[in-house]
C-alpha cells in the first residue's frame, strides 16, 4: 500500500505563491500515477494536476493551467504542486492521490486513484 503525506499548506494573500509537498513510501514514484485534487468548503473534490513520473507526462485542470505547476522528484520519492498567481477561488483542503499502476496517460477522476493523504489547508485571503 502506498502512504502519501502532504505539507506545504498555509495562508496567503491573493497573487502569492505557496509549494505542496506530497511525500511517498511503499512505492516508489517511478511507479504510480499521481495526482493533486482539492475540496472547497460545500463543494465536490476537483482534479488539479497529474503526473505520470516515469514518462514525463503532466496535465492540470483548465483553473489552474499556467499558474500551478505539478513536478515529481524521485530521488526524494516526493511529488511538488508549485501554486503561483494564488486567488481567493483556490482555497481549498488540497490532497494528493496515487494509482499503483497504470495503462492509461490520463487520470482526471478520484475514483480512478487507490490511496491518499491525509490533506492539507491552503487558504488565499482577497
Known amino acids: 500500500q502506498v502512504q502519501l503525506v502532504e505539507s506545504g499548506g498555509g495562508l496567503v494573500q491573493a497573487g502569492g505563491s505557496l509549494r505542496l509537498s506530497c511525500a511517498v513510501s511503499?512505492?516508489?514514484?517511478?511507479?504510480?500515477?499521481m495526482g493533486w485534487f482539492r475540496q472547497a468548503p460545500r463543494k465536490e473534490r476537483e482534479f488539479v494536476a497529474g503526473?505520470?513520473?516515469?514518462?514525463?507526462?503532466?496535465y492540470y485542470a483548465r483553473s489552474v493551467r499556467g499558474r500551478f505547476t505539478i513536478s515529481g522528484d524521485n530521488a526524494k520519492n516526493t511529488v511538488f504542486l508549485e501554486m503561483n498567481s494564488l486567488n481567493p477561488e483556490d482555497t481549498a483542503v488540497y490532497y494528493c492521490?496515487?494509482?499503483?499502476?497504470?495503462?492509461?496517460?490520463?487520470?482526471?477522476?478520484?475514483?480512478?486513484?487507490?490511496?491518499w493523504g491525509q490533506g492539507t489547508q491552503v487558504t488565499v485571503s482577497s
Open positions: 511503499g512505492r516508489t514514484l517511478s511507479s504510480v500515477a
Open positions: 503526473i505520470i513520473a516515469s514518462v514525463g507526462i503532466t
Open positions: 492521490a496515487a494509482r499503483g499502476g497504470w495503462s492509461s496517460i490520463y487520470y482526471y477522476n478520484d475514483y480512478e486513484y487507490n490511496d
